[in-house]
């Protein structure tokens, strides 16, 4: 059954911090995150492959890292210097990479998402 749960949304000010946690009940060859502002497309956050490659958009490279723990099953993203444009509900994504690579066309499977808001 694929599960996929995300935590440690909240709402902090512009320059804050935030991690993100994903618990996830398989394992795929693409687990990631992405993002979608209402009223606009999911966008793919970050995202890395089994064999360890790791691909950011570029308006959080420098500020976002994903990373995993295997043993735990956990995939997180620590989140920086946030800005008010990171605002947005974010979710744990999982895909066979199929389609572009684990890129959001890569991606199956999503989660129900964790909300992030950033406050000028």
């Known amino acids: 059954q694929v599960q996929l749960a995300e935590s440690g949304g909240g709402s902090v000010q512009t320059g804050g911090s935030l991690r993100l946690s994903c618990r996830y009940s398989f394992t795929s060859y693409c687990l990631g995150w992405s993002r979608q502002v209402s009223g606009k497309r999911r966008e793919g956050v970050a995202a890395?492959?089994?064999?360890?490659?790791?691909i950011y958009a570029d308006s959080v490279k420098g500020r976002f890292t994903i990373s995993q723990d295997n043993a735990k099953k956990i995939l997180y993203l620590q989140m920086n210097n946030l800005k008010p444009d990171d605002t947005a509900m974010y979710y744990c994504?999982?895909?066979?990479?199929?389609?572009?690579?684990?890129?959001?066309?890569?991606?199956?499977?999503w989660g129900k998402g964790t909300l992030v808001n950033i406050s000028s």
């Open positions: 890395r492959s089994r064999d360890g490659t790791v």
């Open positions: 994504a999982a895909g066979a990479g199929y389609d572009g690579g684990c890129t959001e066309n890569g991606m199956d499977y």
